[in-house]
């Protein structure tokens, strides 16, 4: 059992993997179906997409709708919970945005081996 003592714990439990905040928020401008996921986040297999989807189901940021059509077709949704977590991305994209330069030279320094 992780050490959930304060907010920032449980916020990083809950939103620990790498493409949760971009699938909360491509859900949140009308990308629902699982494909049209897959081909906003091209990086993630697809395996990955649906293990933390799931998850995001589990705590209740997102929720499903399964059509009973075949082959069957699913869309997601954000509950109102995770709903909530829209303006708080939206600030750290923002601080992303205005710091995008630094961050591209911090992130290459710290990949790329040093000569």
């Known amino acids: 059992m992780p050490n959930l003592n304060c907010g920032l714990d449980l916020i990083g439990e809950v939103l620990y993997g790498k493409w949760k905040i971009r699938l909360l928020w491509f859900i949140h401008q009308g990308f629902q179906r699982p ?7 091209p990086d ?9 989807l799931k998850e ?6 997102v929720g499903k709708i399964i059509y009973p059509v075949v082959p069957p077709k699913v ?7 995770g709903k909530s977590l829209i ?3 939206g600030v750290i994209g923002q601080w992303g945005d205005e710091n995008e330069v630094r961050l591209r030279e911090l992130i290459e320094k710290n990949i790329l081996p040093s000569h």
């Open 87 to 89: 303006p708080v991305i």
């Open 75 to 81: 869309e997601y949704y954000l509950t109102d919970f």
């Open 56 to 61: 995001l189901e589990n705590h209740e940021l």
């Open 35 to 41: 494909s049209e996921l897959q081909r906003k986040i």
């Open 44 to 52: 993630a297999s697809r395996r990955v997409l649906n293990v933390q």
